[in-house]
């Protein structure tokens, strides 16, 4: 075997994973394997049969586990069990290190129930530390790394994972920076109106990553769901992403009446029905206002709305009005609008079957398209 050599920062390397475990000596291990755990030795000696001894693990005088067998090239090796020890438990003693005995010798380790510990992560750029993280769980059980720090990587993407020692503990870990594109995210208009940036992070050119749903711009969305998924380009790429204002639905009970026009029907998503469309001049009850791109829409079946802007909202109310004595009276259209055409005398009385509220000021409708201001009457 080929004599190898390495610095550990602080504690245990176990599976490329660093595990500074306190009161337990630094040393070398391989991964485990279902066939047990094999230590790397600094020994020139090449083997030729397998050491093997039974491990019996005991807590409080009663077997713990179903037992195991640890594995080496030679009596004496001194050989790591973290992952042999049962699962809640920790080694009495505060080392997880055993020495091979003659080929076939029982060894006991004696357990003890094992609390919380913690391991602190310190991820490495250049020989320097850019970011930590704290890791709690029971000793010897394995947790994964969450945070590392934007804009990097695992180097070794095996070592995501780290067996908690029996105490307080540092780990290590390398990392590599990513590339980043800048996002610019624009509305859907012929200006493209930038309203808002964002990051995203990559190992190369051509990885798909995931933007982030938090950088989007407050209140919008994508426009495309599938520019959820960015293709990496080359490190300071800026690329556009259209996105729109996320829809709203609310309850809105009441009639809408359409204009003395045609007026198309639209689907949730904003999309004109074809072949679907309501009469001039006519009434229908809604129970739905939807906003969608900053555009507002009234439900006029299950699924068909139509827009704001080609109706008005109305309550019914059969009545008689009368205009002021002072002068004639005004007309108005439903948007309020007065009509520099259209008047109505003054004390006239006239049959109103509905009225509508525009800016807080309530009109009565006096013919079909043609409305009185509360302000005129008496």
Not at 20 to 26: D, F, K, P, V
């Given at each position: 075997?080929?004599?190898?050599?390495?610095n550990?920062?602080?504690?245990?390397?176990?599976?490329?994973?660093?595990l500074?475990?306190?009161?337990?000596?630094?040393t070398?291990?391989?991964?485990?394997?279902?066939?047990?755990?094999?230590?790397?030795?600094?020994?020139?000696e090449?083997?030729?049969?397998?050491?093997?001894?039974?491990?019996?693990?005991t807590?409080?005088?009663?077997?713990?586990?179903?037992?195991?067998?640890?594995q080496?090239?030679?009596?004496?090796?001194?050989?790591?069990?973290?992952?042999?020890?049962?699962?809640?438990?920790?080694?009495?003693?505060?080392?997880n290190?055993?020495?091979?005995?003659?080929?076939?010798?029982?060894?006991?380790?004696?357990?003890?129930?094992?609390?919380?510990?913690?391991?602190?992560?310190?991820?490495?750029?250049?020989?320097?530390?850019?970011?930590?993280?704290?890791?709690?769980?029971?000793?010897?059980?394995?947790?994964?790394?969450?945070?590392?720090?934007?804009?990097?990587?695992?180097?070794?993407k095996?070592?995501?994972?780290?067996?908690?020692?029996?105490g307080?503990?540092?780990?290590?870990?390398?990392?590599?920076?990513?590339?980043?594109?800048?996002?610019?995210?624009?509305?859907?208009?012929?200006?493209?109106?930038?309203?808002?940036?964002?990051?995203?992070?990559?190992?190369?050119?051509?990885?798909?990553?995931?933007?982030?749903?938090?950088?989007l711009?407050?209140?919008?969305?994508?426009?495309?769901?599938?520019?959820?998924?960015?293709?990496?380009?080359?490190?300071?790429?800026?690329?556009?992403?259209?996105?729109?204002?996320?829809?709203?639905?609310?309850?809105?009970?009441?009639?809408?009446?359409?204009?003395?026009?045609?007026?198309?029907?639209?689907?949730?998503?904003?999309?004109?029905?074809?072949?679907?469309?309501?009469?001039?001049?006519?009434?229908?009850?809604?129970d739905?206002?939807?906003?969608?791109?900053?555009?507002?829409?009234?439900?006029?079946?299950?699924?068909?709305?139509?827009?704001?802007?080609?109706?008005?909202?109305?309550?019914?109310?059969?009545?008689?009005v009368?205009?002021?004595?002072?002068?004639?009276?005004?007309?108005?259209?439903?948007?309020?609008?007065?009509?520099?055409?259209?008047?109505?005398?003054?004390?006239?009385?006239?049959?109103?079957?509905?009225?509508?509220?525009?800016?807080?000021?309530?009109?009565y409708?006096?013919?079909?398209?043609?409305?009185?201001?509360?302000?005129?009457?008496?």
């Open positions: 075997m080929k004599n190898t050599k390495s550990v920062l602080k504690g245990l390397i176990f599976s490329g994973v660093v500074g475990t306190i009161g337990l000596q630094s070398i291990v391989n991964a485990a394997t279902d066939a047990g755990i094999e230590a790397a030795t600094t020994t020139t090449k083997a030729t049969t397998k050491i093997t001894n039974p491990i019996i693990f807590s409080g005088g009663a077997e713990i586990g179903n037992g195991t067998m640890l080496g090239d030679k009596v004496g090796q001194s050989v790591d069990i973290t992952k042999l020890i049962p699962a809640g438990y920790q080694v009495a003693s505060g080392s290190v055993l020495s091979l005995k003659d080929n076939g010798t029982s060894q006991t380790v004696q357990l003890t129930k094992a609390g919380d510990v913690t391991a602190t992560v310190h991820y490495v750029y250049n020989s320097g530390v850019i970011g930590t993280e704290t890791l709690t769980g029971l000793a010897g059980s394995s947790v994964d790394v969450k945070s590392v720090p934007a804009g990097y990587y695992l180097a070794n095996n070592q995501g994972t780290v067996i908690l020692g029996s307080s503990s540092d780990v290590y870990l390398d990392v590599n920076k990513d590339i980043s594109n800048t996002i610019s995210f624009v509305k859907d208009d012929t200006a493209k109106t930038q309203v808002g940036t964002g990051i995203v992070y990559g190992e190369k050119a051509g990885d798909k990553v995931t933007v982030d749903a938090k950088q711009p407050e209140g919008y969305s994508f426009k495309n769901s599938a520019d959820a998924t960015f293709t990496m380009q080359p490190d300071g790429t800026q690329k556009q992403i259209t996105v729109v204002k996320q829809s709203t639905t609310e309850d809105s009970k009441g009639t809408v009446a359409t204009l003395d026009k045609v007026t198309p029907l639209y689907t949730v998503d904003g999309k004109k029905v074809d072949g679907r469309a309501l009469g001039a001049s006519s009434d229908w009850a809604t739905k206002k939807l906003t969608l791109n900053g555009e507002a829409y009234y439900r006029v079946s299950t699924s068909e709305w139509v827009k704001a802007s080609d109706v008005y909202v109305y309550t019914s109310n059969p009545d008689t009368t205009t002021k004595a002072a002068g004639i009276a005004p007309l108005y259209d439903f948007n309020g609008k007065k009509l520099t055409t259209r008047a109505v005398a003054a004390s006239s009385a006239w049959y109103t079957d509905r009225t509508i509220t525009i800016n807080g000021q309530k009109y409708r006096v013919s079909t398209t043609e409305f009185l201001s509360a302000a005129d009457i008496k």
